[in-house]
């Protein structure tokens, strides 16, 4: 063991120099980016969780919305079918009630047609009649008076 | 006899008594054993550098390997002192490391073969050379030293002069005027025990690993591996065993020292 103070007093001057710039340059570049890639897998870590849940709420909810929707395309089916209906049966009925009235439109025409034929076919024979009669008795007859009496024997035909 | 023996051209004894020979500049005390700085200035500079590139381009995305192997390191010895020292990490954790991986680096110089560097150093016209800093007494006890200090430095800043002067006088024994010397007298061999033991602990594994090492180069060439090679991957425990030893102790010390107990 040779002790020499020299190399003693140099080897401590050395370390301090290794402790000193190790302290102030590789230490805290080293921990803080350490600390800092803890802290950043913490975040993401934590994101993922939250966007987890959120993903699991956005779900139900999204169960929520087919099933709203689900009631409420059957509410409208429901509703068209009876809508549907409801057309269907008031189209008989006007169609019914259409026929009806043409129906009667018709048969009252058919009456009216009918009366004026008859009314002609009165006034004709009125005339025919007088016609006949002034020929067969040719002589005198009080027009007035006979056509009177002519009118009501038509009145009875 | 061996080629690294015949080349020195002299018996064992001056074989191996020329391996133990420093490159020295200067007389007495004021020796400098120049081998010894030379090789731990520029394995701490090696050091120095390849953390601070690593430092320097540190980034808390996807790291680099070289960054993830200080990490790795920086988070082995955060963890280590931790463990032990309660107080502000800014100065004892970075101080664990360099300690740590500067004795590292010391202790595997161990694993070159032992004729290789002194042969080249001859070559240059070096006669001597010891490339093991820590098989030189001075450089485990410049450390210990230094530690010895930071221990006295933390006693203070931890406890205040008082409380130290207080433990100095009235632990272990008593707080009884009677007791204060033989309390002082304990707590300086205290005190003196963890620089001495911290530095030859270390010295004495290093040193007595490097004879063998010397002895095993003294064989015949043809056998020299089997041995070698068998202390050699024995020696692979014992350089980070070593490393990590005086790293634990000193961060245990500097707990002892900051922390009431």
């Known amino acids: 063991m040779d002790v020499s103070l020299g190399t003693l007093i140099g080897q401590a001057g050395t ?142 035909l | 006899m061996s080629f690294a023996v015949a080349a020195a051209g002299s018996s064992p004894t001056e074989y191996v008594s020329h391996h133990l020979e420093h490159l020295t500049v200067g007389e007495g005390l004021w020796t400098f054993h120049v081998d010894t700085l030379f090789f731990s200035v520029v394995l701490g500079a090696l050091m120095l550098f390849v953390m601070w590139m690593a430092a320097r381009r540190a980034t808390a995305g996807v790291p680099g390997k070289l960054q993830n192997f200080v990490e790795v390191l920086v988070d082995f010895v955060d963890n280590s002192v931790k463990e032990s020292f309660h107080g502000p990490r800014e100065f004892v954790a970075p101080l664990a490391m360099t300690i740590f991986v500067w004795v590292l680096l010391w202790n595997l110089m161990d694993l070159i073969p032992v004729d290789y560097l002194p042969l080249l150093a001859q070559a240059v016209g070096l006669e001597y050379l010891r490339v093991v800093p820590s098989a030189d007494v001075n450089a485990p006890f410049a450390l210990s030293l230094s530690v010895l200090v930071l221990i006295l430095v933390y006693s203070v800043k931890g406890k205040g002069f008082a409380g130290f002067g207080k433990e100095m006088l009235f632990h272990p024994f008593g707080k009884n005027p009677l007791l204060w010397p033989a309390n002082i007298l304990l707590n300086l061999v205290e005190l003196v025990a963890k620089p001495v033991s911290l530095a030859l602990r270390l010295f004495g594994n290093l040193y007595a690993a490097e004879l063998i090492f010397i002895l095993i180069a003294m064989l015949p060439w043809w056998i020299q591996f089997i041995p070698g090679g068998a202390w050699a991957v024995f020696h692979i425990l014992v350089v980070p065993l070593q490393a990590f030893i005086f790293m634990t102790l000193t961060i245990v010390y500097l707990s002892l020292a900051y922390e009431e107990h």
């Open chain 1, 15 to 156: 370390f301090l120099v290794l402790v000193l710039v190790t302290m102030k340059y590789v230490w805290p570049p080293v921990t803080k980016a350490m600390e800092e890639r803890r802290r950043k897998i913490a975040e993401g870590l934590a994101q993922s969780e939250e966007a987890e849940q959120a993903l699991d709420k956005a779900n139900a909810e999204a169960d929520e919305i087919i099933r709203e929707a689900r009631r409420k395309a059957g509410e409208v089916i429901e509703q068209a079918s009876q809508r549907g209906n409801q057309l269907v049966e008031q189209a008989k009925e006007e169609a019914i009630a259409e026929r009806d009235r043409q129906v009667q439109a018709a048969e009252a025409e058919i009456r009216q047609a009918t009366n004026q034929a008859r009314e002609a076919l009165r006034e004709s024979v009125a005339s025919l009649a007088i016609a006949g009669a002034g020929r067969v008795i040719e002589s005198e007859i009080d027009d007035k008076r006979h056509r009177e009496m002519l009118d009501k024997l038509a009145a009875e």
